[in-house]
């Protein structure tokens, strides 16, 4: 019994420590992609107060203005 409670401790600490790593990388990940520009994470701040149909989206799909123009042009 007391085998299984200390592969418990291990198994708890080195979960923890893994996530935390996980953590520190996903943030270093925000904050990399927004210094070079690629993304602007302050826009998807303003979700929770422009949350209305009517308002502009934060970004636009791509794939959708794409599939727009091609049916303009077989028309």
């Known amino acids: 019994m ?3 409670r200390e592969w418990q401790a291990y198994a708890y600490f080195f979960f923890t ?4 790593v996980m953590l520190y990388g996903y943030i270093l990940h925000l904050y ?4 070079k520009g690629t ?5 998807y701040g ?5 949350d ?7 970004e636009v799909n791509e ?6 123009n091609e ?3 077989q028309s």
């Open 17 to 20: 420590v893994f996530l935390v």
């Open 46 to 50: 303003k979700l929770a107060l422009d």
């Open 32 to 35: 990399r992609a927004e210094k």
């Open 52 to 58: 209305e149909l009517t308002d502009a989206p934060v």
């Open 39 to 43: 993304r602007d994470y302050e826009k």
């Open 2 to 4: 007391e085998a299984i």
């Open 71 to 73: 049916n303009k042009e």
């Open 63 to 68: 794939t959708r203005e794409n599939e727009k």
